[in-house]
């Protein structure tokens, strides 16, 4: 088992730049891949980014390349995704997933998700 604990949502304005962060314990985060889904309301689970055990490779949603950074810290089992340019359609709840067992891009094939962070963005 993995548990993750997302931290850094709040309140911006249009423009403007937050950082989240996921804490994972349990069996070791280290070693697997860990990605960073978004939900607003009444729309589906959608991927954000995610990064391979190693931080070697990265990947990112349409809707925010160049704009978003994921990245993580081993030795600290934690990742991040800062956030730049932030737009009011960034809105969501934004959900940390570890250990896919399929395509990175499907929220389904997520083992292990923390309990979400609000991100709303004022324009």
Known sequence: QVQLV????????AGGSLRLSCA???RTGS???MGWFRQAPGKEREFVA??????GRKYYGDSVKG?????RDNA??????????L???DTAVYY??????GSLYQYGTWRYWGQGTQVTVSS
Not at 50 to 55: C, D, K, R, S, Y
Not at 76 to 85: A, D, E, G, P, R
């Open 24 to 26: 994972a314990s349990g």
């Open 87 to 89: 737009k009011p359609e």
């Open 6 to 13: 997302e931290s850094g949502g709040g309140l911006v304005q």
């Open 76 to 85: 600290k089992n934690t990742v991040y995704l800062q956030m730049n340019s």
């Open 67 to 71: 704009r978003f950074t994921i990245s």
């Open 96 to 101: 940390c997933a570890a250990d896919p067992s």
């Open 50 to 55: 995610a990064i391979t055990w190693n931080g």
């Open 31 to 33: 070693s697997i891949a």
